[in-house]
């Protein structure tokens, strides 16, 4: 993955609420449209906007290493967690 973009951004008002206009060229490289359900998460210092499905599939290869982890190193794992 690697790549990362930052950029500064105001609040705009959308009637009485406030809105985020992301710029077209981070919409392309987040392959987002007007149709894709997004999940907004928060620390309660920083928001998170991800495309729904994009955490599923994370957790999913995070969960397929662990269990090769667990297959490969059995034993090393079990003495770490002594």
Do not use: F, Q, W
């Amino acid at each position: 993955m690697g790549c990362a973009t930052e950029m500064r951004k105001r609040l705009v008002k959308h009637g009485n609420s406030r809105a985020l206009v992301i710029d077209k060229t981070i919409l392309e490289l987040l392959r987002i449209d007007d149709d894709t359900p997004l999940e907004i998460s928060t620390d309660g210092r920083s928001l998170r906007i991800t495309p729904v499905g994009v955490a599923e599939e994370r957790r999913a290869r995070l969960d397929a290493a662990l269990d090769r982890l667990e297959a490969d190193y059995p034993e090393t794992l079990r003495r770490l967690a002594e």
